[in-house]
């Protein structure tokens, strides 16, 4: 049987939506872990790993919020699992960052795919992704970075309508 989950590194981590997924004390994040790491006949989840699938953002975040999950995935029930020690993934803030760095380099629209009340229901977890973000913005053009302030300036709006 093939592994549901990829061999990784500190330079190739899962991230993006499948991190989201690896389930957090902190309450972040998404629900669909069997989605990402259940292998379920045919069907081989896909995991996103930086620099591999998607444009990677450690020249500018370093090793931040890239740990090693093999233990939780084992306890959720992910298998069959490499043969490799170490998996290593985002977590849920660097894994939404990656996403939304990666759709905007790509000129895609992150305002209906990334909401994140979602996955980030305080303000407080709001902010330490805008702070995170304010990290990449020597790597983005002018437009890009309209981008990302305008997702910005919605989902303060979405939040404050939902309180």
């Known amino acids: 049987m093939e592994n549901a989950i990829t061999n990784t590194t500190k330079q190739h981590y899962i991230t993006s939506i499948a ?3 690896i389930p957090s004390l902190d309450g972040t994040g998404d629900w669909h872990f069997s989605d990402c ?3 379920h006949g045919d069907f081989l989840p896909q ?3 930086a620099e591999i699938d998607t444009i990677s953002t450690r020249h500018l975040l370093g090793d931040y919020g890239i740990f090693e999950c093999s233990d939780i995935l084992k306890k959720y029930g992910a298998s069959p699992l490499p ?3 170490e ?3 985002a977590n849920h803030y ?3 960052v990656d996403m939304i760095f990666d759709l905007v380099k790509n000129g895609q629209s992150i305002t209906d795919t990334v909401i994140l009340d979602d996955w980030f229901p305080e303000d407080s977890e709001k902010q330490t992704v805008y ?3 304010d990290k990449l913005k020597a ?3 002018d437009q890009q970075w309209m981008m990302i302030d305008e997702w910005k300036t919605l989902s303060r709006a979405i939040t404050h309508l939902s309180i």
């Open 139 to 141: 790597d983005l053009t």
């Open 19 to 21: 991190a989201l997924n």
């Open 94 to 96: 660097r894994a939404v």
């Open 83 to 85: 043969d490799q020690a």
């Open 47 to 49: 995991q996103h790993l």
């Open 87 to 89: 998996i290593y993934a």
């Open 131 to 133: 702070q995170l973000l």
């Open 37 to 39: 790491f259940i292998h």
